[in-house]
């Protein structure tokens, strides 16, 4: 069964926009993480943001700020005030406590900002 | 600087050839990952390493092979029993067990020609 679920098509935000990256996830295990990635055309992959299960508040990161709601299982990814250099893959994804230290990604979000 | 070094960027390889994709780290991380990434799609993970001496196939092992003789080395070999090799290929580094997130080399793009 699929544990994290991106599923919107590729989007095209305006500079200077705010943009909204959905992610759904599904575990039992009570304590786990969310990460979220940015993989540019070059292909790295760079570490933009972490959420704990046992968090109280929503992590932020400069520009980045992760909407998450324990409940319905979504950890969706905000990207305030969208720059040309955010035009990339997004990727989130999830490691369980007791899942073997292992990362299990989404098929990510194609973001593009135009000028 | 402590980070991942994956090599060659690009490779292309004949078919029927084994091929080895190296990634060396000099993080100190005891955990190492290869993942398989094709146009458009995820990562899917091949085999992962947790410590030295022991590793675990991941959801698509057919086809390749790994070692780990050293924690700072963590080579894939893509064989020629792989039937669609062609592909983007991390390597992934974490410090072990806790809520770490993986910290990636620049990935080598592996083409059959």
């Known amino acids: 069964a699929q544990k994290i679920t991106q599923t919107q098509p590729g989007m095209f935000v305006q500079e200077k926009e705010a943009v909204t990256l959905d992610c759904t996830y599904d575990t039992s295990d009570p304590s786990y993480g969310l990460f979220w990635y940015k993989q540019p055309s070059s292909g790295e992959m760079i570490f933009l943001i972490y959420?704990?299960?046992?968090?109280?508040q929503n992590a932020t990161e400069g520009r980045y700020s992760l909407n998450f709601q324990k409940a319905r299982k979504s950890a969706n990814l905000v990207i305030s005030a969208s720059q040309l250099g955010d035009s990339a893959m997004y990727f989130c994804?999830?490691?369980?406590?007791?899942?073997?230290?292992?990362?299990?990604f989404g098929k990510g979000n194609q973001v593009v900002v135009i000028p | 600087d402590g980070g991942i070094t994956q090599s060659p960027k690009y490779l292309f390889r004949k078919e029927g050839q084994n091929v080895t994709l190296s990634c060396e780290q000099n993080?100190?991380?005891?955990?190492m990952y290869w993942y398989r990434q094709d146009p458009g799609q995820g990562l899917r993970l091949i085999y992962y390493s947790q410590i030295v001496n022991d590793f675990q196939k991941g959801d698509i092992a057919e086809g390749y092979s790994v070692s780990r003789e050293k924690k700072e080395s963590f080579p894939l070999t893509v064989t020629s029993a792989q039937k669609n090799p062609t592909a983007f290929y991390l390597c992934?580094?974490?410090?072990?067990?806790?809520?770490?997130?993986?910290?990636f080399g620049s990935g080598t793009r592996l083409t059959v020609v």
């Open positions: 959420q704990g299960s046992y968090d109280q």
């Open positions: 994804a999830m490691r369980e406590e007791y899942g073997n230290n292992r990362l299990a």
């Open positions: 993080l100190n991380h005891d955990a």
């Open positions: 992934a580094t974490s410090p072990g067990q806790g809520n770490y997130g993986y910290t």
